[in-house]
């Protein structure tokens, strides 16, 4: 009887932890464009949106505003792009950036992209001047 106590109690104690993690998942999301805070995110294509831009960014057409790569000896381009993301999207300009990592000569190397809609180019262009060196 004390060996099925003890079962039951870690089952139910393992699905508790289980329970609390999800929710603290969830709590995490982050707007993958305005960067909000989302309890009740929408996904597509893995990334997370806030209720105002998941229709922005499925129905968009986006293009490449600025790319590069950035390390861990050399983070000045990640910090410039998403300082530049941070100020399109405070002027009202949709942006987000989409990053890959790949192995160099034995360091990691993040490829990054900023990525506006199309129809936002020519304005994010002209901003982003100032933002980029």
């Known amino acids: 009887m ?4 003890a079962i039951a ?33 929408r ?9 105002e831009h998941f229709n922005v ?8 505003l600025s790319q590069g790569s950035a390390s861990a000896g050399s983070p000045d381009f990640g ?8 100020k399109l999207v405070g002027s009202g300009i949709p ?10 000569s ?4 993040t490829k990054m992209k900023l990525l506006v809609l199309k129809q936002d180019l020519e304005k994010a262009q002209a901003l982003s001047k100032s933002f980029l060196s």
């Open 57 to 64: 960014y499925k129905d968009g057409e986006w293009v490449v």
């Open 9 to 41: 109690a870690i089952l139910i104690s393992g699905l508790i932890v289980l329970n609390l993690r999800s929710k603290n998942v969830a709590r995490q999301s982050l707007c993958l464009i305005c960067e909000e805070s989302l309890s009740h995110p």
């Open 95 to 104: 942006s987000f950036i989409q990053a890959s990592y790949e192995e160099e």
């Open 79 to 86: 910090v410039e792009l998403y300082e530049t993301k941070g």
């Open 2 to 5: 004390n060996v099925f106590l």
């Open 43 to 51: 996904y597509c294509d893995e990334y997370s949106f806030c209720q």
């Open 106 to 109: 034995g360091n990691i190397v």
